[in-house]
Nanobody
Framework: QVQLVESGGGLVQPGGSLRLSCVSS?????????MGWYRQAPGKERDLVAV???????RYADSVKGRFTISRDNAKNTVYLQMSSLKPEDTAVYYC?????????WGQGIQVTVSS
C-alpha cells in the first residue's frame, strides 16, 4: 500500500509560477515506479500532464510542453512539477500518480487556480 501526498497548490496570476510536490510513503515502490502528474478541470476528463520513469525519462502533454518540468528526488521519495508561464486553462485539480506494472496509486489531488 502506497500513500501519496501532494502539496504546493494554490492561487497564482497568469504568467506566474508554481511548484507541486508529491511525497510517497514507500521508498521501495517509489524507486521502481513511473511517477506522473494528471489534472482534471470541472466538467472535463482527467488528463495526463507529465510522466517520469524510474530512470528519469520524461514525457509531457503538448499543452504544457516548454512550460512545465517534471523531476524526481529518490532520496526524498518525492516527485515535483515545476509550472511556469501559467495560463487560466491550467486551472484544475492536479493528481499525483504512482505506477508499477498494473498497480496504480493516486494522490487525493490539489487545486491549482490561475486567475487575475
Amino acid at each position: 500500500q502506497v500513500q501519496l501526498v501532494e502539496s504546493g497548490g494554490g492561487l497564482v496570476q497568469p504568467g506566474g509560477s508554481l511548484r507541486l510536490s508529491c511525497v510517497s510513503s514507500s521508498g521501495f515502490i517509489f524507486r521502481i515506479a513511473e511517477m506522473g502528474w494528471y489534472r482534471q478541470a470541472p466538467g472535463k476528463e482527467r488528463d495526463l500532464v507529465a510522466v517520469i520513469t524510474s530512470g528519469g525519462s520524461t514525457r509531457y502533454a503538448d499543452s504544457v510542453k516548454g512550460r512545465f518540468t517534471i523531476s524526481r528526488d529518490n532520496a526524498k521519495n518525492t516527485v515535483y512539477l515545476q509550472m511556469s508561464s501559467l495560463k487560466p486553462e491550467d486551472t484544475a485539480v492536479y493528481y499525483c500518480k504512482c505506477a508499477t506494472g498494473s498497480i496504480v496509486h493516486w494522490g487525493q489531488g490539489i487545486q491549482v487556480t490561475v486567475s487575475s
